[in-house]
């Protein structure tokens, strides 16, 4: 993440906080509808800021509400939600009371219901809970850039190599084996006999959600079942409960293992991205030379793709001397059609610039001169 990034997740997590805030001191019903939506608003698009977002979000607000909730500062939601995060303040260890206390689960539907105002705070009180909101925030997102820099040298590592024949052609099990060798995980080790083995340590579950069948469904034809199937998109989707930041780094990349994904650094921005063919025919492989990714480069509303295509051009140019001269020759007559609209019509202009760039095709670098020759006289019939 850069830095104006993380200013605008900071930016955003400042927001929530007083939202949270409000909404637990607040008595005003009006204004506690107010603010009810205001956090709907900043809960969503703390969420869609980044899919790794979402758990710290979660336990941000846990803390707030279940601080303001026990008179408790609940440094121990760090460590009941996997975060992996210290604090070293005293004032601020995790109570023992709390530490054997089951939570609910962390979902949004909880969490609303847990909104509710307590009773008044003085302004010593509320300064103080203030102060400790900020500090979980920043350790936060302290570890939630070293987990993405960490996960970033991840993707790099198997950036190295996926692009590689040898490793792309090893099976599943052989691919995760190499990674390992590599460093990508770092797996947990058990003796077992007659060796010692490796497991990934995880607590994802995998579960397979669709839509309930019905006993018309089972009465079907196979032809009439299908076809109700195509009308009303009925399918089992695949769906992953993940419940820390630590498995949903370990799943992704077994994901991009498992499925021989490449990965390539564009060479305009610098940032990794999975190359991606644009045929629709399912069995073709994506391209593993792109050089470009899709992204927005920085305020030029292009995408890098676009700008190494532009690159490319300038490059060619820059290495060409009849390119060159086309160039030249092309702004000028394109001034001369701008300033003397009627007398060099956009219609003669577009026949002119097809027919030179037509004429850069039929010499070589080494006749720059003839192709001078040409293009002026060219140029002439046009514009005389």
């Not at 040298?153 to 490793?167: F, G």
């Not at 109700?228 to 820390?244: A, G, P, S």
């Not at 009849?322 to 001369?336: A, P, Q, T, W």
Request: neutral net charge; glycine residues 2%.
């Amino acid at each position: 993440m850069d830095s104006k990034n993380f200013e605008k997740l900071n930016t955003l997590y400042d927001e929530l906080i007083n939202i949270v805030c409000t909404l637990k001191e607040c008595n005003n019903e009006k204004i506690h509808d107010e603010f009810l939506d205001k956090f709907f608003a900043k809960v969503e698009e703390c969420l869609f800021f980044s899919p790794y977002t979402h758990f710290y979000t979660q336990t941000l607000i846990d803390i707030i509400v279940k601080t303001y909730d026990t008179e408790v500062f609940r440094t121990d939601l760090l460590f009941k939600y996997k975060i992996g995060v210290f604090i070293e303040e005293k004032k601020y260890y995790p109570d023992e009371f709390f530490a054997e206390t089951s939570e609910s689960p962390l979902v949004f539907e909880t969490m609303l219901c847990n909104l509710h105002s307590v009773d008044e705070l003085s302004k010593n009180e509320h300064a103080e809970y203030l102060e400790f909101f900020t500090k979980i925030k920043k350790l936060l997102l302290e570890n939630f850039i070293t987990k993405q820099n960490d996960l970033k040298q991840r993707l790099e590592a198997i950036s190295e190599y996926s692009n590689n024949p040898l490793v792309m052609n090893l099976g599943i099990e052989e691919r995760l084996f190499f990674y390992e060798a590599k460093r990508v995980f770092n797996l947990n080790y058990v003796a077992t006999s007659p060796s010692p083995s490796i497991f990934l340590d995880t607590n994802f579950k995998t579960k397979y959600v669709s839509r309930v069948v019905t006993r018309e469904h089972q009465k079907l034809s196979t032809e009439n079942l299908i076809s109700l199937m195509e009308q009303e998109h009925l399918y089992v989707e695949k769906v992953t409960e993940i419940d820390n930041i630590d498995d949903q780094i370990k799943f992704e990349l077994l994901t991009i293992i498992e499925n021989n994904f490449v990965i390539n650094k564009c060479k305009n921005c610098g940032k990794l991205f999975i190359p991606i063919t644009s045929s629709n025919n399912k069995n073709q492989k994506a391209r593993t030379d792109q050089k470009y990714c899709d992204n927005i480069s920085l305020d030029t509303g292009k995408t890098c793709k676009q700008i190494g295509a532009l690159n490319k051009r300038k490059e060619k140019v820059e290495n060409s001397p009849i390119l060159k001269e086309f160039n030249k020759e092309y702004k000028r007559m394109y001034g001369l059609h701008y300033n003397h609209p009627k007398k060099f019509t956009e219609k003669q202009f577009k026949d002119w610039s097809k027919k030179a760039k037509k004429l850069t095709t039929k010499f070589t670098d080494e006749q720059v001169e003839k192709f001078k020759v040409e293009l002026k006289n060219l140029s002439k019939k046009y514009w005389s």
